[in-house]
């Protein structure tokens, strides 16, 4: 199971079933528990009892275009220095361990 499954996409149930055997067993034996497991909202639902594939088929592109999109912006990471950037002043390694490990220190200007 994803680690998704919660989130009322279809696509990702699908998704699941297509690689899971023990949650297509569940699914047949009861499928209103694995679309309330995974949270499929009742419009989902009944457009799935609708067997209008074409709405299906459309529903689920746009999942696949949301999820598309969610992931091609990159996160925002914000600066925690109050620096415009940050540069390496000194690198000195220093002996650290008997095994011949060396660690390095670095003095970081800002």
């Excluded at 899971?20 to 419009?43: G, H, M, N, W």
């Excluded at 592109?61 to 990159?74: F, G, H, Y």
Aim: glycine share 2%; proline share 8%; charged share 25%.
């Amino acid at each position: 199971m994803s680690s998704t499954h919660s989130s009322g996409n279809l696509l990702h149930l699908l998704a699941d079933l297509s690689r899971t055997p023990q949650l297509v067993d569940r699914f047949a034996s009861d499928p209103l528990a694995v679309f309330r497991e995974y949270k499929v909202p009742e419009d989902k639902l009944a457009l799935l009892r609708s067997r209008d594939a074409k709405q299906i088929v459309d529903a689920i592109a746009l999942e696949a275009a949301a999820l598309l999109e969610s992931v091609k912006s990159p996160p925002i990471v914000e600066n925690p220095w109050p620096a415009n950037g940050i540069s390496v002043a000194s690198l000195r390694t220093m002996p650290c361990c008997p095994s011949g490990i060396r660690r390095q220190r670095f003095k970081v200007k800002m």
